[in-house]
């Protein structure tokens, strides 16, 4: 199994930053992709931005110029550092990942629990 941890959401205001953090650990053989969703109330969740392991990014376009994610392969940890936020931002943001947990296995899905992101305006 595979365990994802977020932290550094919280309460901002409109214009701010903050940055998230995402930490993977347990029976990792390899990861492909990373990545950070998001999930406002009453609404679908959605791709804020993912990275693969050759790093080729994907992202929203409501976050483009304002998000940038990062990736450290060595360590399994992602970051998301967020500017200019706004109150569209608001929502549970998820980390995930698709992981591989020993040789030969087919990668798998993995969730972390989320963060809350609120801006106020």
């Known amino acids: 199994q595979v365990q994802l941890v977020e932290s550094g959401g919280g309460l901002v205001q409109a214009g701010g930053s903050l940055r998230l953090f995402c930490a993977a650990s347990?029976?990792?053989?390899?990861?492909?992709?990373m990545g950070w969703y998001r999930q406002a109330p009453g609404k679908q969740r959605e791709l804020v931005e993912t990275?693969?392991?050759?790093?080729?990014?994907n992202y929203a376009d409501s976050v483009k110029g304002r998000f940038t994610i990062s990736r450290n392969s060595t360590n399994n940890t992602l970051y998301l550092p967020m500017h200019s936020l706004n109150a569209e931002d608001s929502a549970v943001y998820y980390c995930?990942?698709?992981?591989?947990?020993?040789?030969?296995?087919?990668?798998?899905?993995?969730w972390g629990q989320g963060t809350q992101v609120i801006v106020s305006s």
């Open positions: 347990g029976s990792i053989f390899s990861i492909d992709a």
């Open positions: 995930n990942c698709y992981a591989v947990t020993r040789p030969g296995a087919a990668s798998a899905c993995y």
């Open positions: 990275v693969t392991s050759g790093g080729r990014t």
